[in-house]
């Protein structure tokens, strides 16, 4: 997200919602990479990228962390631990996490470092749940079984601390057969519903998966009769990315690990195919600019992305 560090949000370090960077809607977050809402910016996937107001948002990289480590900082590490704080984790507590892509890894990860006692992770693709296990997390494969009612039965009917929406809108219904079938905000928020009926009374539920303008569907009937407390939102990434690079320099947190594959900048049309059609053992994707070659290089191998 882009922020200009002087408005009355960014001296909150409510980054993502600041008054000036985004001249077109200022209501809405500015990010890199968006429609023309989100301020028209041109996305970083690219050799070169114009940076507005790069005295706030670039943060100097410490020699000793790696580029594989530091690009997944950006938004993905600093997102998911905004989730995490936003539910509200105490040590001990039972947490849900839906979604298993890149952020939902590391939200779990990220409630780890919280102390959580247990987590649940929520998905339907294979490979996926496997790395939510090599975390220590429990899966439940919603394709499989129903995701609220195993969450009740493996809690004794209580339901979890905190849930954390890493999905957004419904990924595996919203898939379309063409463009044109297509409607932003048109998909059912299952997640959301899987949130609510498996959260315990006056729990707590984090929503960091993207949802739409047009998206109105809410199970705010139920949610209000558990006393539940909700938060979403765009992450203020400026205000995480200094506790995320001190966490990688200290052999916390190893982003890395998540990186499934390595590709060339002109293998990326292949690579989104990929990943859009959630190929097994697509997890996270990492594009290499000065490469030539759009040869896929697969990373078999991955461990823990928290340090036990």
């Keep these: 997200t882009i922020a200009c560090g002087n408005c009355v949000y960014c001296r909150a370090s409510y980054y993502s919602k600041c008054d000036v960077a985004n001249k077109q809607n200022p209501k809405a977050t500015a990010f890199f990479g968006g429609p023309k809402g989100s301020g028209g910016f041109a996305g970083l996937q690219a050799e070169y990228a114009r940076v507005p107001f790069a005295n706030v948002g670039p943060v100097k990289i410490p020699d000793d962390i790696g580029d594989d480590d530091a690009i997944l900082l950006s938004d993905i590490f600093t997102t998911a631990y905004f989730g995490a704080e936003m539910a509200s984790i105490k040590p001990g507590h039972t947490v849900a996490v839906l979604g298993c892509g ?51 039965d493996l ?3 209580v339901g979890v601390d905190c849930v954390i929406d890493a999905v957004g809108i419904d990924a595996q219904k919203e898939r379309p057969k063409s463009d044109a079938g297509f409607k932003p905000g048109a998909a059912p928020g299952a997640a959301l519903e899987f949130a609510v009926g498996m959260v315990a009374k006056a729990g707590h539920v984090a929503i960091i998966g993207v949802y739409p303008p047009t998206m109105m569907q809410f199970p705010i009937g139920m949610a209000m009769g558990k006393n539940l407390t909700l938060r979403m939102g765009d992450c203020p990434h400026r205000r995480y990315l200094p506790k995320a690079l001190r966490a990688v320099e200290a052999g916390t947190v190893r982003p890395s690990r998540i990186l499934s594959q390595k590709i060339g900048l002109d293998g990326a049309i292949d690579a989104y195919r990929a990943f859009a059609n959630h190929q097994d053992g697509w997890l996270k994707v990492e594009l290499l600019p000065r490469s030539s070659s759009g040869a896929v290089q697969t990373r078999s191998e991955r461990g823990e992305l928290v340090s036990v």
Excluded: H, M, W, Y
Aim: aromatic share 4%; net charge negative; hydrophobic share 45%.
């Design 102 to 152: 890149p952020v939902g890894q590391f939200v779990v990860a990220s409630a780890k470092i919280l102390d959580a006692g247990r987590i649940i992770a929520v998905d339907c693709e294979p490979s996926r749940l496997e790395s939510a296990r090599r975390q220590g997390a429990e899966t439940v494969d919603f394709a499989r079984e129903d995701a609220i009612q195993t969450v009740l």
């Design 155 to 157: 809690t004794n009917g």
